[in-house]
């Protein structure tokens, strides 16, 4: 029988991190067709209002059945606007561990959102679901996913040289791969033993039953 992440909602101080449903659409299309998003993933560029809407009733609910991973919107307590992505995959059930991923709008950065979503999320992995590793993978020239790790306590592994395909707009506007190197880094449950944080002080988890 494979092994599947629940529905969840997980509340921090700021966040709410929930399952995404069509509503999402315009603003998911809007945050992935960002310059930086474009640069340090591989999202397809352009990414239209289908490719959301494929993303968010298909795509994403396949890999969660499938046990590969959880995709999760992220958006702010107080407005309900979308800030942003988290993403686990690559999930090894045996092992418990999965790789963590995010993303956070333009209008959003700078205000800790990203850290603030992966810190709640790596807690409700440990303390919810048994894991033992969550891994992040950061391109080498990509230093705010780097101090997103640091700053959750992420400890550096090393480096995957040319694993990772990054892409630059070239001269005449379009998008070029780049190859480059990826940092791995790791968190475990003893790293955030005795830590405080958003989740812990203030947020919880609810279950749904309702989306599939």
């Known amino acids: 029988m494979t092994s599947t992440f629940p529905t969840i909602s997980i509340s ?18 809007d ?10 993933t591989s ?17 994403a609910p396949a890999e969660r059945a499938a046990g590969r991973g959880l995709d999760l919107a992220v958006t702010e307590f107080l407005t309900q606007r979308l800030v942003g992505v988290v993403r686990l995959a ?9 790789e963590l991923s995010y993303i956070v709008a333009p209008w959003a950065r700078g205000e800790g959102y990203a850290s603030e979503a992966a810190l ?8 919810h679901q048994g894991f033992e590793r969550v891994e992040l993978r950061t391109a ?56 405080g944080g958003p989740f812990a002080e203030s947020g919880g988890f609810t279950s749904y039953t309702d989306w599939n």
């Open 120 to 127: 709640a999320t790596a807690q409700w992995l440990f303390d």
């Open 90 to 98: 690559t999930t090894d059930w045996h092992v418990r561990s999965t």
């Open 12 to 29: 921090t101080e700021r966040l709410v991190l929930r399952p995404f449903d069509e509503d999402d659409v315009p603003a998911l299309a």
């Open 140 to 195: 080498a020239d990509n230093t705010a996913s780097q101090q997103v790790a640091q700053k959750i306590g992420c400890i550096s592994e090393g480096v995957l040289r040319g694993a990772c395909i990054a892409r630059a707009r070239t001269e005449d506007g379009t998008w070029t791969d780049v190859r480059t190197d990826y940092i791995v880094w790791s968190l475990l449950p003893e790293d955030l033993e005795g830590a």
């Open 43 to 59: 999202v397809p560029q352009p990414y239209d209002q289908a490719a959301a809407r494929r993303w968010i009733t298909e795509q």
């Open 31 to 40: 945050m992935m067709n960002d310059e930086q998003v474009a640069a340090w």
